[in-house]
């Protein structure tokens, strides 16, 4: 059972240069996350080029949410994006990494100081319920708001219903039902002197291509209904989802999930921890539900993802493509895309403490880190590390050896990986075992120092002909990059 990691060139020649990485971890701990901010380049013109492909004119918001690090924030101010933020942090974040509120989006919940600041800056408000825009009314009736300037905003919706499309949407917490689309465009109508509308938006909690088509068919009739009260939007904001692939091959990824259910129904050694079915039952020889995993490997993502919508076509748009329908009706296309912009933008590096073996005789090999130092939420992770060993080896061994990793902290629970991962040749106490891909959301955004454990560091490392250099994340400025 294997996942090996698609790693991108500049990374495989940083972790085969060994040097600045065995330094790195030496000087500033373990857990460590390394950071290529210049990678994001790439990852922008490729979003770039399907708007010029569909002919559609817009913006790219790069979702703050995904990574904390000031590294990343501060490369994004110097490239062709603008950046959405989801919290008052987030947003003094973008502002003092170079970011101006016309490049600005707020979204998600707001509190009165978030919306304070924003209305300072002149961002732009993604609206999720009425009751933001009367604190916008009420704050800008303060003596602390003295301007005359409209604050922009679009109206997020939830609630999407198709004719056509049978689909069984969830509830969501966030955007305004659509049953009450005339009760906020009334309320905009009666302070047509403080709001601008801009538009529509939605972020939807899925990546189904179908149930965003419904969102984006209804989102255009809005406009329509808008133009009725007298407004003039000009933007649709269909938020993130643009998936990332994290796994090489596609055709070790099937082969490998299939062994893990093989394994789980009994036909196959145990591979998982303690029996852990991911979801699954047995019952009678075969497998009930479906596993609750992600899927780290994927052949439609990012740009491409992108690119798929657009062309999908509408029949009750003469079955045209929604990249023309925007086009043709100048609506504007904004996207959040969030692990899409930060993908192959960073490591995890953890030190090996320990290896030991369990009461039922397994491989256990203990980390300087925590299971929350690299797994976001309650995911399984199903990327196989890159184990860095200080000493070179000679693999003689007919099989690979099935290992568990575990974490520093006291708990049961704190396994980096709940399934055993196949290693050639065992690490010893100070090798260095390297979570690919971390970048978004992996790394830091559900990090904590329980137990009084560290929460990794962060770095941003650059290249050139002279070789690797290394910026503490806190102050790395493109322009003092040398090239």
Not at 141 to 165: A, I, N
Not at 301 to 310: E, I
Not at 407 to 418: A, P, Q, R, V
């Amino acid at each position: 059972m294997q996942f090996t990691p698609y790693v991108n060139e500049r990374i495989k020649k940083f972790l085969d240069e060994k040097e600045t990485l065995i330094s790195l971890v030496d000087g500033l701990g373990s857990p460590l996350n390394i950071l290529f901010p210049e990678e994001i380049e790439k990852n922008i013109e490729g979003f770039k080029q399907v708007f010029q492909k569909h002919y559609v004119s817009g913006k790219i918001f790069y979702a703050h949410k995904t990574n904390k690090s000031n590294a990343i924030v501060k490369q994004a101010s110097f490239e062709d994006v603008n950046i959405d933020v989801a919290s008052e942090k987030e947003l003094k974040s973008a502002l003092n990494n170079g970011f101006t509120g016309e490049r600005i989006e707020g979204t998600g919940p707001k509190n009165k100081n978030f919306i304070a600041l924003g209305l300072k800056h002149n961002i732009l408000f993604n609206i999720d319920n009425l009751q933001e825009l009367e604190q916008m009314i009420e704050l800008k009736k303060t003596r602390y708001f003295h301007t005359t300037k409209k604050v922009k905003v679009l109206l997020r919706f939830s609630g999407f219903q198709s004719e056509s499309h049978k689909i069984l949407s969830k509830d969501s917490r966030f955007g305004i039902p659509v049953s009450q689309l005339y009760d906020v465009l009334d309320f905009l109508n009666d302070h047509i002197k403080d709001f601008e509308l801009l538009g529509f938006a939605f972020h939807l909690d899925t990546i189904e291509i179908k149930e965003k088509v419904i969102a984006i068919e209804n989102s255009i009739i809005f406009f329509n209904i808008a133009r009725d009260y007298g407004f003039d939007p000009k933007v649709l904001d269909i938020g993130g989802g643009f998936k990332v692939s994290y796994i090489e091959k596609e055709s070790e990824w099937h082969k490998s999930i299939s062994y893990l259910k093989e394994s789980i129904l009994g036909y196959k050694e145990s591979v998982t921890w303690n029996g852990l079915s991911y979801g699954v039952q047995k019952d009678k020889g075969v497998l009930k539900g479906s596993l609750n995993i992600y899927n780290y490997y994927d052949n439609l993502t990012g740009p491409n993802y992108l690119d798929a919508l657009l062309e999908t076509r509408l029949p009750s748009f003469e079955n045209r493509t929604i990249g023309t329908i925007l086009s043709e009706n100048m609506i504007e296309l904004y996207i959040e895309p969030g692990k899409a912009l930060v993908n192959q933008l960073g490591i995890t590096v953890a030190k090996v403490n320990f290896i030991k073996e369990s009461s039922k005789g397994e491989t256990l090999i203990g980390l300087d880190a925590k299971r929350t130092d690299v797994v976001m939420a309650d995911q399984e992770l199903f990327i196989d590390p890159i184990v860095i060993y200080k000493n070179k080896i000679t693999t003689t061994k007919d099989k690979d050896i099935g290992v568990y990793f575990i974490g520093n902290l006291c708990l049961e629970s704190d396994l980096i990986y709940k399934h055993k991962v196949y290693l050639q040749e065992i690490p010893s106490i100070g090798d260095m075992i390297i979570f690919p891909n971390t970048a978004g959301y992996f790394m830091d955004f559900n990090a904590t120092e329980s137990i009084m454990q560290p929460i990794a560091k962060k770095v941003a490392v650059t290249n050139s002909q002279n070789g690797f250099q290394w910026y503490s994340d806190e102050i790395y400025n493109p322009v003092n990059v040398i090239n």
